[in-house]
């Protein structure tokens, strides 16, 4: 069983930054692959970025590539997920995700979720 708590959301102007905390209980957090995903209102929960077990491998939406930054610290049982040059629509409810196996992009694919944390971008 894993428990994931996201932390760091937070209202801020466009252009500006955010960095978002998951943090996860339990001994075998370096044994899943993290996500982070986000659902705006009115709108499906749409894949944001991915690394695997080891922080060696890292995915992300077109839509955020070259603006955010997933990383982990499995010493720690947490991930992060580095928000530069904020836009208006960026803003979400951001969700942390756990996976043991599968496609990766895949909503179903994920065994554990954390409750989100609001991030709200002004122009």
């Known amino acids: 069983q894993v428990q994931l708590v996201e932390s760091g959301g937070g209202l801020v102007q466009a252009g500006g930054s955010l960095r978002l905390s998951c943090a996860a209980s339990g001994r075998t957090f370096s044994r899943y692959s993290m996500s982070w995903f986000r659902q705006a209102p009115g709108k499906e929960r749409e894949f944001v970025a991915n690394i695997n077990w080891s922080g060696g491998s890292t995915y992300y939406s077109n839509s955020v590539k070259g603006r955010f930054t997933i990383s982990r610290d499995n010493a720690k049982n947490t991930v992060y997920l580095q928000q530069n040059s904020l836009k208006p629509e960026d803003t979400a409810v951001y969700y942390c995700?756990?996976?043991?196996?599968?496609?990766?992009?895949?909503?179903?694919?994920?065994?554990?979720w954390g409750q989100g944390t609001q991030v709200t971008v002004s122009s």
């Open positions: 995700a756990a996976q043991s196996g599968g496609y990766y992009r895949a909503l179903s694919a994920y065994d554990y």
